[in-house]
């Protein structure tokens, strides 16, 4: 991470990406800003929460439809066959607008976990797992989940995964408990990659697999969501599944038995940086409603801007906003440049950096509401859930600070 | 702040505490802990979210019972005449006890904002008044309000209050907006005590009155719950009224018009040292938690408490829980010594000193949690929460900054 | 360190020490305040930087003699045969006073590192011992040093001492190098206990002996002085020895061979916290110049402590500093109640806790000064060294963390 | 400073400039490198520390002597007539690798606050101001100073400038006090630039003039040396200078009478962000230190990097390092491509980021040292030192702050 004289230090976007940016703005201003109180508000109709209200689905389907026509789709896939995917450092810039709007993502057919699965399935699914799955995904009709993490073991070790898929005969049988599993409420959701331990003998990166788990499978029971800071985010949800003898084709397995840690590899980076690119937008979002409200209540005869050091927390909130913006930059150059694999340094290192640093902005932003920023009325503290739960997210801060100061000290080869 | 050759410095439990602290101990354990669980899971059983389910109140009354026949009993009240209470030091000890089970204060009628209503009552209202409502108060019957904050100004800065109360003929009549009146959405809740501005004319500290509004007065509104991040805390809530040509009794007025900041000075000492000292207990329950998960879960091979960071945070938590639970002792004897005016500045410091590292602890104790840690299965995102609200009920902590750095540069002669 | 009802809450000082406490006051600002300076700018003056000026001796001298004729001499030492000590918190109170001026702890007979030799020397020395060294010491007329930091181990963890003391006949025989070795420049220092290893092959914790040094043994040889950030505080300076087969009698070993762990329990409970105490007013003097700084200084039109987050570092200082002075003092009284074995988990808390806090709130206090802050004109840069380099006197932060947070695990069981 | 879409994200090092930097860090590993501990060790031999020894300027001399022929000279002045420099970001690359060595600018006449003074002279001098200074200035034949702090105001505040300049006839008779100008110790110090009013009854922008005063002007009186934290940098300084009736011509002052602050502006830039540039050298530096030590040193059976916190602490100052050289990799492109004026947000932006980052950085890796690392055997305590100092210099933490905060709210039209 610290190669001075290479092209990493061009963080321009390109002359492509630069027209679909300003598109990309201009539709989330026209087609997504108008309803996004609407379709928040939607949330709390619905008789049961575990649905959508078909009010909120036509305004999310024509939305996508606008974006699709408008060939704003399917943005986030380098090198993607289908042609439609931006460098990681062009879809940084349009992530970060996207991450200004809880449904941006989602109308250009770029919210996660699909975007991980997506890449899984383009890189590394057979032709008949990209036509029933993959297919679909890019075409937005269906959604999916990616499920990981579990209950009983600490995920930030993902050799300690426990659920287990046996062979019998042509199908694997799949038993064990995933929680956290986001998106898996959506009555959309359709198909899950599952994470399993498939030969609990062989060496410890090679008991793993990941296998394909259609959500109607007979034996996927969802226990019920998980909450993040007294929000269960219904009805997409971070659920608890247990499979119960839960069986699927042995062609499900998704490059090969006992290469699940070979696929993390694959979707984590961009997955990771996709995460903290949006973070970007929320930390935007999040200072303009500071300066805002500074700007504007009076405490003691003056706006609260100029009352203690309030002036300097909207400074250093800009300070950090810009730095972290361009390490996001850089750390999805380096996947553009060296490859996923070799920028995972960088990708860890924004990882530990600006969920925890936006977090504390969000929260400054709010001490500057008073009671009021913690209330309904601001999206404020649905923010900081966000970002909070994003510091466990693909990995706690405290294991990618693992990998970045390992690092440092392999590279004086004293590890 | 800095005497130090006095009294200040034993803060040592009395004598006559020592078997009521006891006590209260032993009722915490037996007649509120085995009920905490089954009183969390039916306030989501019950259909109306805003009414108490009736096995709540079932398991409340029991215990309020059990709590009031062992002379367990109102002991928030220092130097009253009823006798029932307790040093604000002695209290202290209790009141971090208290803290650790959500129910706890209210089995032992200790809970706010009854205390400081009951306090003021005590101090400064009539005999008509005190039988009408410190009476059912005291006796654990009714519940009460206090509306001070205000939607629409800056309640950092008290002066700005905006609803007004106007005399017309014998009657009172008080119009305008307050928010977050917490436990003002319980039905039990039958007074308030609202912040009105009664004089605009008269000098700034002059303006405002305290006035008795029983909640079923025609004209108050309740216009909904406010949230702390994400949750309403129904059916107690923390309130969002409207006044509308509310019409109350002349004589309604505490202790007498233009007096309303007077009262606060007597309320907000208790008040805010009471929260204090509950949290003390909080950050307990936080630390034992962290400990139990980081000496439990493994991941790479060993306890997490045995990774990275983790014992350092442990560490610090118990220094910071430590000295915290010293400087709110000093600042409960500070008020027994030098009463609440003299006070003041003590308690603003454990005011701005103790809510925002309990914060961090608490957050700490997530993270060392998973994604779990923010999740229902456990207490500390809903403790999270109610801490972080803290950080601005009864002045945010920057306002307790500016009273105890101003006392500091006037000890100099230097303001 | 949870227990709550125990005399660990009385903080007074005893009636005994009061008038003790304000006759030390009036001491110090009668005959130490008055020459401080002066003593200061003599180190300039001086010829030789590794001697004395003979007025410097004058004053101190002079300032020694008044103290001793007051009865104001060696209060460090409770239970002392001598009877001159007072408990461990009636000293914290009087070396909070001594903290607030460099030659304080002197003029009383109560400096670093002889009340901890004298400690160890009353307690465990021979009959023969406390004659030819006890004696002198407690009677101010010479002084000792405490050899056990060095350079080529990590000093952190005890066990790694590498200096070796061989018998040869009835003389041991000693090698190694030692270094921070403070006070062993002063020309008045005629005394060493000195950390040895005499037998690598026992039990880990039986491998090391203190044994006396006489500073005028043949091979020990003074490398030079260690700084601290750019001070080498000569004369007194912390030197770098070198020990070339230095020769003491057999009978120098303290306590017994194999016996140095078991003395440093002895010494290190006082010495941290007489540190830590001494720093407490070091934090006052630090916060009193950053209000009189803040409080008269202008920029902007007004005075600094009306400007931006200062008032807010002022009343932070404060906070902190109370509440470390509440946990100093609990700490000594752990001392005195609990006995310094027991009461070492509330030192470590301690040691770990205030020099890191008060070298932030001296930071500040430069940054309030400007440039001129980290001057000559102002004690604040040397008060940081000094402070900075208590993080790692006996012992690193990290390892009094490591004390207390394996305690608080320990007392789940879980470590 | 969230304009995305310009070329301000292109901070790539330029063709031109790719060999010169390689030449460069050649330059410093075999003309500087070699001889850094030699000629720190001379400033000790030196009888007076207020001259140079002889073997230090030929040390100094011998490799400005071999950096000028090789064309690695000037490369400060961007857009110089001279043809020499380079563009900021160019330049920005260059000065990270010449802030690893104390000695290293100065071989290149690149250092502080020559450079600024070169700058200013350049921009706005008189061809006759240019031959007599600027010349023998960039070829490093003398050195020069900047004089615009004050012991007596608030420099954080600059229309708190007290020293006068009052015409008398064909001179300007200048008096007062200026401090911490440093370098005007060195006797190659042959000019000043003095920052001066002129007219105290202008509007307050207009009462500033900047003059030039050769050192060796009867009236100019050196007081002595101002240390930062101890060390006074002798023979250069931080000088405390008094303007006794000092007598220059009226052609001595720069640009214009009352065009003071127009002049700042020109050289406030560069400079803040030169320091800025060299200190992400440091920061490597101390981050190198901090991870052979860690990889190196044991306690408690490993290497202490393995232990505790240490490896975040190493990855945190990784992440923050690389963060801050992007941050002023972009300030100093701000100025290339806005000019210095509009970019001054973005600089104000770095120089209250980086100083304090470093600091914190650099005291990490003195932790991790233990006590030596404090001490004259590692280069951290100096370390510290300066870069604490660059907390005030060219305006402290906290008026950058106010910079960047007000432009903050100011884009939202609210200030």
């Not at 024509?62 to 289908?82: H, Q, S, V, Y």
């Not at 850089?330 to 490859?339: H, S, T, W």
């Not at 990618?400 to 000290?409: I, K, L, N, P």
Request: hydrophobic letters at 40%; glycine letters at 8%.
């Amino acid at each position: 991470m610290d190669d001075l004289n290479t092209e990493l230090f061009d963080l321009t976007m390109s002359e492509k990406a630069k027209p679909l940016f300003e598109r990309v703005k201009k539709h989330l201003e026209e087609n997504v800003a108008p309803w996004q109180e609407e379709f928040a508000a939607l949330n709390k109709e619905k008789e049961d929460r575990w649905t959508w209200h078909p009010r909120q689905l036509e305004l999310l389907e024509g939305a996508k439809a606008k974006a699709r026509e408008a060939g704003l789709w399917n943005f986030f896939l380098p090198d993607a066959e289908t042609g439609e995917g931006l460098s990681n450092l062009d879809y940084a810039y349009i992530a970060a607008e996207l991450g200004k709007y809880p449904q941006g993502s989602e109308t250009l057919n770029c919210s996660a976990p699909d975007t991980g699965n997506m890449e899984v399935l383009e890189r590394v699914g057979t032709p008949a797992q990209k036509e029933k799955w993959l297919e679909p995904l890019l075409r937005g009709e269906i959604r999916s989940a990616y499920a990981m993490t579990e209950p009983n073991v600490a995920s930030s070790d993902a050799k300690n995964i426990s659920t287990t898929a046996v062979l019998d005969g042509d199908e694997w049988v799949i038993n064990g408990e995933k929680f956290y599993i986001s998106g898996a409420g959506d009555p959309r959701c359709k198909i899950m990659i599952v994470m399993v331990k498939t030969d609990p003998d062989a060496a410890p990166s090679k008991q793993q697999s990941q296998i394909l788990v259609p959500m109607d499978t007979p034996g996927v029971e969802i226990l019920g969501g998980m909450e993040v800071m007294g929000e269960d985010h219904a009805p997409r949800g971070h659920m608890h599944l247990r499979f119960n003898n839960v069986r699927v084709p042995k062609e499900n397995v998704l490059l090969g038995v006992g290469r699940g840690f070979e696929i993390s590899q694959v979707r984590l980076g961009p997955g990771r940086i996709h995460h903290c690119m949006r973070s970007i937008g929320k930390a935007e979002i999040a200072l303009e409603l500071m300066i805002k409200r500074a700007g504007t209540r009076e405490a003691f005869g003056k706006p609260i801007a100029k009352l203690g050091k309030n002036l300097e927390v909207i400074s250093r909130a800009r300070i950090e906003i810009n730095a972290m913006r361009l390490a996001v930059l850089q750390a999805a150059k380096a996947m553009d440049v060296l490859g996923n694999k070799e920028a995972r340094v960088y990708v860890s290192a924004v990882k530990a950096m600006v969920p925890e640093k936006v977090c504390l902005i969000i929260d400054q932003a709010m001490q500057m509401h008073g009671a009021a920023g913690m209330s309904q009325w601001f999206p404020l503290a649905g923010m900081y859930a966000d970002m909070r739960h994003l510091r466990y997210a693909d990995g706690p801060d405290e294991v990618h600070h693992m990998v970045v100061g390992r690092a440092e000290v392999q590279k004086h080869g004293l590890w």
